[in-house]
């Protein structure tokens, strides 16, 4: 995934909570067993759990929306199934391939894998906004994902498997599979930066995996977590929420999560599609992840943004001759149409953190019928 860049501000938080890890935490040489499992033991979905909404087969916006408020700071324990993680996502981030939503694509490697997220209660940006921007007084708390302007797919825990996970944006396409030890997207970087998290506690967020010793090295670092410690993972979340103000400079401190189909070229990975809610001028996303969709009379627009500030530059707004919003429908029809799989199509509401999802329509038939979300986005 590529990675979305934070503010000055809090990009020197982390870094000085690096500093207090690096102190805090001392870590262990454990290559395996134990607390932290063994890397290339596949670790059990967790479903089927009649009493987990995240497991119900099929998914529909009810049981998202369960699934999504299951995970709060009460309900957070060592040793968390990946059902017992949240919704897990995969954003449009253009390494799909085309036509075959079932299927992840290979443009972030060798392999055919999603880079995902899980979205639950705790991983929301509500930090505080800056002061110097007006426009950001009022960001109102923002569920964190990949991208709030475009849609994406919506994976079954219980047709995936994780093979690894990041508290925060790794930049997977950048970590090499020439490393047996490592499955593809996790460990170390090109660099050489990072490798398993040595030791992952659970008594306070700062030593929580993301910043913990690496095995067989001294130095912290943005280790990889695996997956028998999910919940150490999003036990980092509650860290970042205060720093990141989410919506609307664009701080959202999302988590990455390498998933690979459990079947391959199974088609029971995707339990739904989700869209930007319709209403709002975000729901028609911009080709360029950096620039910012806006309305300007009864025009979409993308209005270029500083990259680091997450505030527009001088550059003229452009008409938006793309919404990613089409993606979708044609992700949906190929789904339909060549293997016969229906799905619902889910409006997502970034900003409700009690009931994010709500249905738009059941089954392809349904979406691309007149007046229907497809037939308005394909056509628009």
């Given amino acids: ?114 880079s995902s997220s899980y979205i639950n209660r705790l991983n929301v ?22 991208s709030i302007f475009s849609g994406g797919i919506i994976l079954s825990p219980a047709d995936t498997t994780i093979s ?38 659970f008594s306070n967020a700062s030593e929580s995996c993301a910043y913990s010793l690496i095995v067989g090295g001294e130095s912290n670092g943005l280790c990889t977590i695996r997956t028998p410690n999910l919940s150490a993972m999003l036990k980092t979340q509650l860290v970042y929420t ?6 609307p400079r664009l701080e959202m401190a999302y988590n990455e999560v390498v998933a690979e189909p459990l079947v391959p070229d199974s088609t029971d990975t995707v339990v739904a599609f989700y869209t930007p809610v319709g209403t709002d001028p975000r729901a028609r996303a911009c080709p360029d992840y950096t620039d910012r969709p806006e309305i300007q009379g009864t025009q979409s627009v993308c209005c270029p943004i500083d990259p680091y500030t997450r505030q527009r530059t001088e550059d003229p707004c452009l008409e938006n001759t793309a919404p990613d919003q089409r993606v979708t429908c044609d992700e949906m029809q190929a789904l339909s149409e060549q293997v016969g799989v229906d799905v619902p199509l889910l409006w997502f509401n970034p900003t409700d953190l009690e009931q994010p999802f709500a249905e738009a329509c059941a089954n392809w038939s349904e979406c691309q019928a007149e007046s229907a979300p497809c037939q308005a986005l394909v056509g628009s």
């Fill in 1 to 114: 995934m590529r990675i979305q860049a934070l503010s000055l501000s809090l990009i020197l938080v982390l870094f000085f909570s690096l500093l207090n890890c690096s102190d805090s935490n001392t870590g262990s040489s454990d290559n395996g067993g134990g607390l932290l499992g063994d890397p290339e033991a596949p670790v059990a979905s967790g479903c089927p759990d009649a009493e987990n909404p995240c497991c119900a087969d099929p998914a529909t916006d009810v049981s998202l929306n369960a699934c999504f408020a299951s995970v709060n700071q009460q309900t957070l324990e060592p040793g968390f199934a990946p059902a017992q993680a949240g919704v897990l996502v995969h954003g449009w981030d253009g390494t799909e391939a085309a036509g075959t939503p079932w299927i992840p694509g290979q443009q972030q490697g060798p392999t055919k894998r999603w």
């Fill in 125 to 146: 940006s509500s930090g505080a906004p800056n002061p110097d921007d007006p426009q950001g007084q009022n960001a109102p708390p923002t569920i964190s994902i990949y």
């Fill in 164 to 201: 690894c996970a990041f508290a925060q944006d790794a930049g997977t396409d950048s970590r090499p599979s020439d490393k047996p030890e490592y499955p593809d997207g996790c460990g170390p970087k090109v660099s050489g930066e990072g490798g398993w998290c040595a030791d992952c506690q």
């Fill in 242 to 247: 205060e720093l990141a103000s989410g919506w």
